[in-house]
């Protein structure tokens, strides 16, 4: 049984930093994307960043390029979001998901497997 377990999420002022971590376990598949999804109220979930294990292959999206940094350690299996110069607008609850085929990386639907989820807050 797949199980992942974010953790991390804060409350910080703008231009603060946080690292979140995904803790997965039962995986077994050979290669898989690991992703970061978001999502504030009223709005539709997003992807933050991607991690594929095959190649290490890293994706962003545009309102984070330069500001976050996903990473993977292969050996705990775990997933990280390095987040730096926060925003309000970065508000959300932070979601971690794994996929085995996705296209494109930012879409939900192709993820099979979530966490319940670590609150950000960013207050100006």
């Known amino acids: 049984q797949v199980q992942l377990v974010e953790s991390g999420g804060g409350s910080v002022q703008a231009g603060g930093s946080l690292r979140l971590s995904c803790a997965a376990s039962g995986l077994t598949y050979s290669r898989y994307f690991m992703a970061w999804f978001r999502q504030a109220p009223g709005k539709e979930r997003e992807g933050v960043a991607a991690f594929f294990t095959n190649g290490g292959i890293t994706y962003y999206a545009d309102s984070v390029k330069g500001r976050f940094t996903i990473s993977h350690d292969n050996a705990k299996n775990t997933l990280y979001l390095r987040m730096h110069g926060l925003k309000p607008t970065d508000t959300a609850m932070y979601y971690c998901?794994?996929?085995?085929?996705?296209?494109?990386?930012?879409?939900?639907?192709?993820?099979?497997?979530w966490g319940q989820g670590t609150q950000v807050t960013v207050s100006s």
């Open positions: 998901a794994v996929g085995l085929r996705v296209a494109p990386w930012s879409s939900p639907s192709d993820y099979h497997y």
